[in-house]
């Protein structure tokens, strides 16, 4: 079974950088497994920041950037912000069947 | 504006076959590239892929669920539906539809789930 795994959880000070990563127990995270990351605040459904890898969409702050590091994808924030406490979850690409991690929970203190 | 919202019964048995729809605005899907997918979310867990269609009507679904799902798409009516059967307690969950865009541009091609519906709670119980 193909899995997909991501920090538990990370804490970050305002104004700080924190990286967060995807890794697939199948082997390295390419630009072929077209990671995607999401935001979710509680309540809510979840937002797309980034696709295919490094892609902001319209919305995305620049503060987010994508990237692929050392076998895995990452989603990089710099500058945190306290509206970006929230849960991140990843999303991997096996041939045509798409895989979600299960999640980080982002704390910004 | 793409828009999505989904809609259906918030209290299903077990054993039971459950229907969603979604309902979208905003976009067609009869382009070829352009998809609805479904996704779940149990209470306090994390997001699991259940199965995308696109407009030409090809389809996906989860390995570990194909068995157990269906989707369909009227496009006339800009609905899609998830029917999933045999439900369990464990299928509690939140349902929610997005858009989903494939395309590519240069070398290189993108898949995006850009927009997603509120989500609609669905409890399974007895």
């Known amino acids: 079974q193909t899995l997909v795994t991501q920090e538990s959880s990370l804490t970050v000070s305002p104004g700080g950088t924190v990286t967060l990563t995807c890794a697939s127990t199948t082997g390295a995270v390419t630009y072929a497994s077209y990671p995607n990351w999401f935001q979710q605040k509680p309540g809510q459904a979840p937002r797309s920041l980034i696709y295919?890898?490094?892609n902001r969409n319209p919305w995305t702050p620049a503060r987010f950037s994508g990237s692929l590091f050392g076998g895995k994808a990452a989603l990089t924030l710099s500058g945190v912000q306290p509206e970006d406490e929230a849960d991140y979850y990843c999303l991997l690409y096996f041939g045509a069947i798409p895989v979600f991690g299960g999640g980080t929970k982002l704390t910004v203190l | 504006q793409i828009t999505l919202k989904e809609s259906g019964p918030t209290l299903v048995k077990p054993t039971q076959t459950l229907t969603l729809t979604c309902t979208f605005s905003g976009f067609s899907l009869s382009p070829t590239g352009v998809g609805v997918g479904w996704i779940r979310q149990p209470p306090g867990k994390a997001l699991e892929w259940l199965g995308l269609i696109y407009g030409n009507d090809d389809k996906r679904y989860s390995p570990s669920l194909k068995t157990r799902l269906s989707i369909t798409k009227d496009t006339s009516k800009n609905q899609v539906f998830l029917t999933m059967t045999n439900l369990d307690t464990v299928d509690t969950a939140t349902y929610f539809c997005?858009?989903?865009?494939?395309?590519?541009?240069?070398?290189?091609?993108?898949?995006?789930?850009?927009?997603w519906g509120q989500g609609t709670l669905v409890t399974v119980s007895s």
């Open positions: 997005a858009h989903n865009r494939l395309f590519c541009r240069g070398d290189y091609c993108h898949v995006d789930y850009d927009y």
């Open positions: 295919s890898t490094s």
